[in-house]
């Protein structure tokens, strides 16, 4: 199997830890489910202290040991099912989101290896972010379960999951067209018809963005922001509205950038509504075909 990229996404929130972790298998992925201070419900983690790392919606794997920023280094050892895969381009930095900067570090793990180890056609990998030891003396073994890390290549009901061809450019992008669900505080459904993109060259974005009208029938009762990119590509221009006036409004998305942006809890941005709308989506992605499976 070719090599398979799988993509971090960060989003930084003061003073939230893992309640619980509960795994889910489906078909050929894994579901984890994780209570934030049983306000918010993430679709996978990393609790590193004073931030966290979230994770795609496929794998998840955690640590409960601190991390030292002076330790991390590239090529930390992770290891599964007696096999050994290396973890490559560990990030410590901070990071500036439209404007949100977080001024704690963030770590970031990339990995880029996965090995055939099942006749069935199935695939083992790891997914997770690389720690060291608090004193930065050793490497943290990252023992996963079997069941946790396969990838399976098996077929997906098609009246279950719809199927879209991934685009993957320089900066990494991966996208479709598909209807893609938002759920509000009441938990009411409305929904965008767009595209959706993962930036996988930044590691930390998820984009909703279109070129057609969307409608959105409900929403947080924060309200919700809207970023649109002019000609140049270069001025953003922030578009707030209040659930008041967003309720039943077309939206014209053809120059706009809806982005699920990395905030805390509590803020007036789409970041607790990217939460919910993370938990409302399986994505399975087949990166052999270049094929991207939502769950419909």
């Not at 963030?106 to 997914?127: E, H, N, P, S, T």
């Not at 947080?220 to 649109?228: A, I």
Request: net charge positive; glycine share 8%; with cysteine.
């Amino acid at each position: 199997m070719k090599t398979i990229l799988f993509f971090l996404a960060v989003i930084s929130v003061q003073s939230v830890y893992a309640q619980h972790i509960r795994f889910k298998e489906v078909k050929n992925h894994m579901i984890a489910e994780v209570s934030l201070n049983k306000q918010v419900k993430a679709r996978a983690l990393i609790d590193t202290g004073s931030s966290i790392t979230v994770l795609d919606s496929t794998f998840v794997v955690s640590s409960g040991l601190e991390l030292n920023p002076t330790a991390c280094h590239h090529a930390l050892r992770l290891t599964a099912i007696g096999k050994t895969l290396w973890c490559y381009q560990v990030i410590s930095d901070t990071l500036d989101v439209d404007g949100l900067r977080n001024t704690r570090p963030v770590y970031i793990a990339d990995l880029r290896q996965a090995k055939k180890w099942f006749k069935d056609g199935g695939y083992d990998m790891i997914m997770g972010s690389c720690y060291m030891a608090k004193d930065g003396s050793q490497m943290v073994t990252l023992n996963i379960a079997k069941g946790y890390v396969k990838y399976g290549k098996q077929a997906l009901p098609e009246n279950k999951y719809k199927r879209g061809i991934m685009t993957i450019d320089k900066k990494g992008f991966v996208g479709t067209d598909a209807p893609l669900r938002i759920m509000d505080s009441d938990y009411r459904s409305g929904q965008i018809i767009g595209r959706f993109i993962i930036d996988t060259g930044n590691a930390n974005f998820f984009f909703l963005c279109g070129k057609s009208e969307g409608v959105i029938e409900s929403l947080n009762r924060q309200g919700f922001e809207l970023s649109e990119r002019t000609k140049d590509g270069k001025t953003i221009k922030y578009i707030k509205m209040d659930s008041a006036e967003m309720l039943g409004k077309k939206v014209n998305m053809e120059k706009s950038i809806l982005p699920i942006i990395p905030a805390s809890i509590g803020r007036n941005y789409a970041g607790a509504i990217g939460y919910k709308f993370l938990k409302e989506v399986e994505l399975v992605l087949d990166y052999d075909n270049n094929f991207l499976y939502i769950k419909q």
